[in-house]
């Protein structure tokens, strides 16, 4: 990288190193390791880790740094700016599920590619690349297709990174391989000449993919591809050859229907730019009643710029300003703020304009910002801020440790489980240490009609679906206290829904009292419920109300917080 300007703020480059690291090591590293990795001094890192913490971008479990969801905000800023995942990412799921095939939508970065979206296929040979990973262009399938328009310096700096790293250092999600400039340069003559390109094992053996462009609409200044879909299989299914003739008609056919998306939305675009600049140019009447003799009273900070001096204030030293400001001016950037001026970012953040100009100046310097004319835009680049490993959080790894800070406040065990056909099944717990303590592991699945998270998740059922549940499904008693009538069941889920809990007492279990509430999507839908479970001899009913009830309700809300960051471009799994 090129020496840093005399205007660069050192804390936010200091952060970045450490996101970078830790997002190249799988979201998780040693403190004494982080160091060793980012040559930072102790001190230093430490504090940079408890400003990141601070913002919930990682999470410190004893000696060991974990990336943490809240992070993929930063992903999601680049990814909503992009639009291509919002508006071309249907087209992608339609597309794998004509095909059978795992589809991806990749972007161009530099001399490398990174993959935006992916709709998978799941079977037992999954066939999946992290969002954000940075792959040789070489190497892929898209990669050609871009290569066909790089400049001679594109060329040239291309040609010096295979010199300076022949390992292919700068690309760990790949694993290491051979391949020659002249067999590249011919790849991407083919796909200059066809509009194709095929990754006949390139990226791993066994892996197979085609990949075709999608084109920049009419009008637009961008003349290179502005991403490539691409079909992956696996030769267990295909040769490469084959998977091209299979594939590639309805794959053409797809990428036009992609560009048609694009060209709309570029024209709604353009309309609403021109009606609002009409707009502008109108003179507006003027008011009296808002002209005053004393100056104007000075905007507010915004919560953002607000947050970090508050936090300041609150941890002093340990909490790195600079650091957490430099990062906000990315979240300025999302859908519909794809480009920003410098004003537009200091209102949007609320940072003095000095503040943020020398953010940017400092996020230009390390690629995550790119400049044209007197606006800013996020580059990929930003993909490697924790997104890789985080687009693979499941449901169970988000709620863990929220799951621990439940336990830590009621001393009770906690779980969170999901809705499987007539069952629930406990995919994440985190037990108590006590003499007396309920006994459950993951994976164990009791009748949802009888638990307390049974009961939250068919309540959240539309009246139709949980009406044709309780007419198949058979409800023995488990104890003398479970309810076996459908009529009674189908009251106690109404009740459920209405107050957004349920209490299970001794109906699963003789001496067992739990209490659940849902956990959320982003579209409001009970996708998981967590519970706290206890011996009936700990507390009341009422006492799990008043004392339980809403810690529950506080860690439903964090767990769903994190999903909903976690899963806005990228599919979670609920286990």
Known sequence: MSTAPAEAVGPLMRGVAVLRVLSAADGRLSL??????????????????????????????????????RLMELANAYLGSLRLPALLGPYAVQLAEELDESVSLAVPDGDGIRFVHQSTRRRAMSLTFRIGDLLPAERTAPGPLFAAHWTPEEWAAWHERRSADPDGLAFPAAPPAETTAAGFAQRVEAARTASWAIDDQLIEPGLIAVAVPLRAPA????????????VVSHTSRHSAESLREAVLPRLRAAAAAMEAELARDHSSATTATEAKSARDHIPAEPDPGHIRDHAPTPPQPRPLAAWTSASKQELG???????????????????????????????????PRATARRALIT???????????????????????????LSRTTLSDIAAPHLAALVRHVHDSASLAVLDGDSIQYTARVATTRIMSVNITLGTRFPAYAA???????????????????????????????????????SVLERVADQGYAVVDEELEEGLRSIAVPVRDSDGRAVAAVNVAMHTTRRTVPECLTEVLPHLRATASAIEADLHVVSRFCRTPLS
């Open 363 to 389: 996020l230009d310097h390390l690629g995550l910002v790119a400049t044209e004319g007197r606006d800013f835009r996020l580059t990929p680049g930003v993909l490697a801020l924790g997104c890789p490993p």
């Open 317 to 351: 030293s340990e909490f790195v300003e600079s650091l957490a400001r430099g990062l906000t001016v990315l979240t300025a950037f999302g859908a519909g703020r794809a480009e920003l001026t410098l004003s537009a970012v200091a209102e949007a953040t609320g940072l």
């Open 219 to 230: 009008g637009t200044s961008a003349n290179t591809p502005v991403c490539a879909v691409s």
């Open 32 to 69: 004494g390791e982080l160091v060793r990795a980012t040559g930072l001094a102790r001190s230093t890192a430490d504090r940079v880790a408890a400003t990141l913490v601070r913002m919930g971008y990682l999470r410190l479990d004893g000696p060991t740094v974990t990336l943490a969801p």
């Open 452 to 490: 307390s998270m049974g009961r939250v998740l068919l309540a959240d059922l539309d009246a139709g679906e949980r009406a044709a549940r309780l007419g198949r499904t058979e409800l023995p008693a488990l104890t003398p206290h479970t309810v076996t009538s459908p009529a009674a069941l189908a």
